[in-house]
């Protein structure tokens, strides 16, 4: 009722145009406050017993609202209280709602209208055809999702997974860039592609090996220059983006609506892919636009050379962006060997992303430096980074000589022999012993894939990058006791039998002839991760499919 007085004796105030009586006016505030203050604090005494406790006197409230006049400030006060006295119902104290989203019409899912919201829906597929449903932001990176993957299905993070965009119906797939995003990469997708989940050990191999990935003779700054060039002169020439690199050679180019292949000399740079139409004349006039890279991207092609009717194995393609299933429009191509097709579909990505790929590349590299050593794993698996070490000594040291690094590995694979057997001695015979746990234990690894047929194993090694060091083991087809490591080595897939052994009654398993010998597969492939023995290369990255 004061606050009513106060309101009305304001509004006739103000009509009258008369000065306002501030002494007055003060002196209400000061009587309404005090009996605002009053009834708050009485409804936030406790009830004891049934008892409400006396309220204490407020004398000392005249004291800390007495106001100079320079300090009209408690009218906006006021007003805030009149309207929470408006908006509350007379009988009801005041307690916080503790639904307000199911009482406000404003947040009210049935009286408002249907929020819309910035996140998306996205499918993500793993090898083993298991799907999980994500709801991601709109900003969100193939990064991004790929980490939340591995954050959700707890594998290691070793940088090297990514998402895939595959189209069953078209026969193609291509690995998204780390920095793509991928709600926008959804929105030109047909209804019939989706995302694979899948390790691509080869996305930045070019920044490690570039010599590798460009042969001298397709690069034509390389035949200009006519000497041997720095692997970073190289790379520089794709990142900088006012050089201008060239990459050259011949393709098979499918003509269209047709299924017969024209064989043409092509060259791609920053503005293109261009064939020319006079043998290999780079003449302006004899040279045609095939596709530009802008709008554009470069696909796998993956079905087999059959359907395409193709000249080789070699194919790949560039898809616009914006068709979604109309094949008329896909630029089929098809290289002469593997090297040749890495390069041009590597160029393709360095000359369209330039240095945002080399950014990408970096981020990790940057993060692994600044890791601690105790917030990650100490050794992860897939690290170029293992050394033979000796630690006969006090402390241990790392072998330079090879010599001496094999036969420190030699007596290693003894050491493990000999640990395992003096268990054997010590424990109980095993309850499986036929089959004890060391010819079972590498069904656990993520590098074992138990019984694939050997195409199976060479799609796995091409779909995760084909890089060095690239392997899986599986069991063997023609033997059925007998495993078989398959590895990755200059682009060429090789196939190593692993045969068991016997010896004092113990099962080993050795892939060399029993030169060297180990009590199971893991004591395998730790040793060849460290020693490249008889194989062509170290064991580096494992052939990884995940479920999700």
Known sequence: QPLEEIQAKMKSNTRSNDDVDLEQLVNDMNSSM??????????????????????????????????????????????????????????????????????????SPVLSPLQTSDNHIVKVWSEDGAGKVLEIPADMTARDVCQLLVYKS?????????????????????????????????????????????????????????????????????????????????????????????????LYVKEPGRRSWKK???FLRRSGLYYSTKGTSKEPRHLQL??????????????????????????????????R??????????????????????????????????????????????????SAPVRSVSENSLVAMDFSGRTGRVIDNPVEAQSAALEEGQTWRKRSQRMNVLGSPSPLHPSSLSTVIHRTQVWFHGRIMREEAHKMIIQQGQVDGLFLL?????????????????????????LPCEEDGQVLFSLDDGATKFTDLIHLVEFYQLNRGVLPSKLKHPCTAVAL
């Open 264 to 266: 043409l000399y092509m």
């Open 325 to 374: 299933s109309d094949c008329k429009e896909l630029k089929m191509l098809c290289a002469e060997d593997e090297q040749s097709r890495t390069c041009w579909m590597t160029a393709f990505r360095l000359l369209k992303y330039g240095i945002v790929l080399y950014q990408s590349y970096n981020v990790p590299q940057q993060r692994k430096s600044n890791l601690s050593p105790f």
């Open 474 to 498: 599986r069991d063997s087809q023609s033997n059925p006791k007998a495993f078989v490591l398959t590895l990755c080595h200059h682009q060429k897939i090789k196939h190593f039998q692993i």
């Open 154 to 250: 707890h594998c290691l993070d070793d940088n090297a997974w990514s998402l895939v965009e595959h189209h069953p119906v078209l026969g193609l797939e291509r690995c998204l860039e780390d920095h793509e995003l991928v709600v926008q990469v959804q929105a030109s997708m047909s209804s019939d592609s989706k995302f694979l989940f899948r390790k691509n050990y080869a996305k930045y191999e070019f920044f490690r090996n570039p010599l590798n990935f460009f042969p001298e003779q397709m690069v034509a700054w390389c035949q200009e220059s006519e000497g041997s060039i720095s692997p970073s002169q190289l790379l520089q020439n794709f990142l900088n983006s006012s050089s201008c690199p060239e990459i050259q050679g011949y």
């Open 290 to 323: 095939l596709s530009d890279l802008e709008d554009s991207n470069i696909f796998t092609i993956i079905t087999g050379r059959k359907l395409h009717n193709a000249p080789a194995d070699y194919q790949f393609c560039i898809k616009p962006s914006k068709v």
């Open 34 to 107: 005090e009996s605002v203050y009053s009834t708050q604090a009485d409804t936030a005494l406790i009830l004891n017993n049934g008892h409400v406790h006396a309220p204490h006197h407020h004398h000392h409230m005249h004291h800390a609202y007495k106001l100079r006049h320079s300090q009209p400030m408690h009218i906006q006060a006021v007003r805030c209280l009149q309207e929470a006295h408006r908006l509350r119902p007379a009988s009801l104290p005041a307690i916080p709602n503790p639904f307000p989203e199911l009482c406000s019409p404003a947040g």
